[in-house]
Structures are given as structure tokens and as C-alpha cells.
């Protein structure tokens, strides 16, 4: 493959980018293993966001890449329509024994904003099937990421998502978000303040009946707009509320499932249990996009028992496509095999100290940690939002660092086979470039 500068960059219309200040100056990866990217000019970059979050087990895994390359010599595409492969099967079954059997089922899709997409219509139809038509409000929160299907830009959060694309869906509320600097500034873990935010669900509930009301869908730790950690007692208090009203929870956990904070899914750590959880980037390692939304036994129940044919009219081509269910199958085997968890829960105390170090250099006035995540906020430069940290950005990945920001915040999310001198490098890297930072 191409391992030198494409010869034009000009047709490839680039997904949140701005693609005419990247193409003027581009940043050109070429291959991948281990915490390393290498780029188009032979510079290794240290991966400080496992990717896109997507990359828990490193890069180029030998388990996953033969996996890969086997199944699809042996079998390139199956349907799953009214057909099936054992690999989907399989897939399903060690999926079930990863969460613990705190799950019934399993259904595939092909990335996160899809996983969305899918259990969101599954919670409309769900209530119908169950003779609750009326629950059809859906209930998101400020600041929420929930990819870019119609279905999760409507519940997301983000304006700057929203604001292009019309009226989007009817019947969306949004809890509000749970950031607070004033307060929470400087937290290790779940800040201490705010789980009283979660009662904003009484006053939607209030306002709209709960017999209108289908379901509520959060990030248990928001990443797409900085890493916002929920308030200590708050995912409980949501959970009770749900559970009071008749409410479906939906934990998005498309960036904390598979390992992100140490534990299967970040429901073990908060140790809650939704209804229903999308899930997508880490599942294959990030090799073959694929999703799955984990469903409780009484959701897939109720349409099991409707007496007709298709239960579910919903799926997609590549639902269970056969080598993203072999990279996945791997990618589970590599979580046993290289005890990816234990590593990860091994050097979360040592990730913690080292983002906590950041305190006080210039423009920093925020510092949180959870799992292995941290999010780094800097004072935005007057009248120009996003700027600072998006100079640091390229700065890092001139050192040799790839981080990412979302506004004026830095999010860091390596892969979870981060070594302490990873870390090391990491922060070390990253002080020179803060300290350079107009
Ligand atoms: C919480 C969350 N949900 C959904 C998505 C969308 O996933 P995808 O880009 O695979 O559609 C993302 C992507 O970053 C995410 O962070």
C-alpha cells in the first residue's frame, strides 16, 4: 500500500476536519503498531488517544491481523438477514460471558452512531410492542455525543453538531449537562458535586407524563466535549428515576466500554445497569468497524413474544459482517489473553499523578481523571474558542504525539497496553508543548 504522500489530497472530502487548513499542512500516518504510529515522514508519534478511543489493545495486534486475514479468505460476506454464520453466533455468546451475563442479547451494527441509531429505535418499539405506543419522547443532556445518525444528533448535545441540520427529531428533551469548573475544578475521579442534576428527569417527567416518555440516553463519562465525569451518586440517581417511571436507560458507552476505566464497561465501575448499552470502537480493536447494542433480556422478550414474523424491522447489510466478528473474537481473546484490564487498572494511579502534574502550567484551569481518560482544559484565547488547544494539537504532533482536542480541552485516551514509560513520555511531551503555548 501507499506509504508515501498521496499525489493529489483534493477529492476526499475529510469527516470533521477542516479540510482546506489540513491539506495545506498534513498529518499523514502510515502504518501502526504497538503505543506507535509512524508517519508519512518516518517519525514515530506516540498514540495518546488510542486512535479515535478505539484502539484499547494497541495497534497490530499478531492475534487480531490473523484473525482478520483468515476469515477473510474463508468467508468475505454472509448475510444476516434470514441467514447466518457461526462466527456471529459465537461472537454473541462470548460477548455475553465479557459483560458478565448482566446482558440477554446482542445486536450488530457497524459503528457507534448506528449502535445509537438501533437502540433508540429499539426503546420506541419496545414500549409498543408492550402496549405503551404513548412512550415515544426521547431524553438526551447538554453536551452529549451520541454520533451523527439523525436519532443521536437528536439527542445529543453539541450544538455546533445540531445546528446545520434542521428541526431534527420531535419529542427530544435534554437533561442538563453536569460540568461545573467553579466547583469541580482539579478532581481525581467523580467530582463530589452535582448528582442533584439527575433530578432534572422529575421535571421532564412533570412536564410530559411519564407515559410519554420512552427513554433516557447518557455517556457515563462524556467524551466528545472533554471529558466530563458524572458527580458522584448521579448515573444512581438516573438509574432509580428510570426505574420509577418506567424509563428505558441507555448508557452510550461507544468510548468506556471495553476497558476505557479498567472494568468491562464503565456500568461495572459506576456499577449501574442500564437497559441497554451501545457500544462500537474498541470492540474490534478498531480493525473492522463494527457495533453492537447489549440488550437486557426482557427488552428482546418483548417483541420475541409478539406473535408475527420479523420481530425487529431493523438492520443493516454489514449487521454481523464475518471478519469484523473475527476481529472482535480476537480482540476478546487478546482482553483474556494479555489481561488488558488488570494492565490497565495497574497504571491508572500512575496516569493519574502524571496528568495531575499539569497543575499550574501556563493556561491550564482544569485537571480530571478517570479510568485511563484525562481531560486538560486551557483558558480559551478571547474571541477565538478552540484555538489554543488546536495549536497544541499541532505542536504535539510535531513532538511526536497525537492527543486530541474538542474545543479548548485535551482529551487524552491511549491505548490501554500503555507502559509507565509511555506515560512518562506522554506528559513529558506534553509539558514542552504547554509551556510553548501562546
Ligand atoms: C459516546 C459516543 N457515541 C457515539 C459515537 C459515534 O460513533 P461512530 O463515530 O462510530 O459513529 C461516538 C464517537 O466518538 C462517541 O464518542
Known amino acids: ?13 475529510m469527516p470533521f476536519t477542516n479540510n482546506r487548513d489540513f491539506k495545506a499542512n498534513p498529518r499523514l500516518l502510515v502504518s501502526a503498531e504497538g503505543m506507535y504510529y509512524k508517519d508519512v515522514d518516518g517519525n514515530s508519534v506516540l498514540d495518546g488517544t488510542a486512535g479515535l478511543w478505539c484502539v484499547p489493545c494497541g495497534h497490530a495486534q499478531p492475534k487480531i491481523v490473523s484473525a482478520v486475514r483468515e476469515m477473510v479468505g474463508q468467508l468475505d460476506f454472509a448475510p444476516t438477514f434470514q441467514m447466518g454464520h457461526p462466527a456471529a453466533f459465537d461472537l454473541a455468546e462470548q460477548l455475553m460471558e465479557y459483560s458478565g451475563h448482566k446482558f440477554g442479547h446482542v445486536f450488530y451494527t457497524n ?7 438501533t437502540a433508540l429505535k ?54 442538563p449537562h453536569t460540568h461545573n469548573l467553579e466547583r469541580n475544578a482539579y478532581t481525581r ?22 407515559s410519554n416518555i420512552a427513554a433516557v ?9 472533554g471529558v466530563l465525569i458524572p458527580p458522584k451518586g448521579y448515573l444512581k440517581r438516573l438509574r432509580e428515576l428510570c426505574t420509577k417511571h418506567g424509563i428505558l436507560l441507555i448508557f452510550d458507552e461507544v468510548i468506556t466500554g471495553f476497558g476505557r476505566l479498567g472494568t468491562p464497561f464503565a456500568a461495572d465501575y459506576f456499577d449501574v445497569e442500564p437497559d441497554m448499552m451501545a457500544t462500537a470502537k474498541g470492540l474490534t480493536n478498531g480493525v473492522i ?43 476478546l481473546e487478546v482482553f483474556k489473553d494479555q489481561d488488558i484490564l488488570g494492565h490497565a487498572q495497574s497504571v491508572q494511579g500512575y496516569w493519574e499523578d502524571a496528568v495531575h502534574s499539569l497543575k499550574g502550567l501556563p493556561h491550564v484551569i482544569d485537571l480530571r481523571t478517570i479510568g485511563l481518560i484525562a481531560g486538560i482544559e486551557l483558558a480559551p484565547i478571547a474571541g477565538k474558542p ?53
Open 1 to 13: 500500500m501507499n506509504q508515501s504522500r498521496p499525489a493529489s489530497m483534493s477529492s476526499f472530502w
Open 189 to 210: 475521579g467523580q467530582p463530589d458535586y452535582g448528582s442533584h442534576l439527575a433530578d432534572e428527569l422529575e421535571r421532564l417527567v412533570a412536564l410530559h407524563d411519564a
Open 217 to 225: 440516553i447518557v455517556e457515563p463519562v462524556a467524551g466528545s466535549t
Open 289 to 331: 468497524p463494527m457495533g453492537a447494542v447489549f440488550t437486557k433480556k426482557h427488552i428482546h422478550d418483548a417483541f420475541i413474544d409478539v406473535p408475527a414474523g420479523i420481530e425487529l424491522f431493523h438492520g443493516y447489510t454489514y449487521s454481523g459482517h464475518p471478519v469484523a466478528c473475527a476481529a472482535a473474537l480476537a480482540t
Open 386 to 438: 478552540g484555538t489554543r488547544a488546536f495549536t497544541a494539537f499541532k505542536k504535539a504532533f510535531a513532538d511526536g504525539l497525537l492527543i486530541r482536542t474538542t474545543g479548548d480541552i485535551i482529551a487524552l485516551s491511549p491505548p490501554l497496553v500503555i507502559d509507565k514509560h509511555h506515560i512518562d513520555e506522554l506528559f513529558g511531551k506534553l509539558t514542552t508543548v504547554l509551556n510553548n503555548l501562546d
Open 111 to 117: 459503528s457507534g452512531s448506528e449502535a445509537v441509531d
Open 122 to 175: 429499539m426503546a420506541l418499539a419496545y414500549h409498543k410492542a408492550r402496549g405503551e405506543g404513548s412512550r415515544t419522547r426521547l431524553i438526551g443532556r447538554e453536551r452529549g455525543y451520541h454520533g451523527v445518525g439523525f436519532g443521536g444528533l437528536s439527542v445529543g448535545g453539541i450544538g455546533g453538531n445540531r445546528k446545520s441540520f434542521g428541526p431534527l427529531l420531535p419529542g427530544v428533551d435534554h437533561l
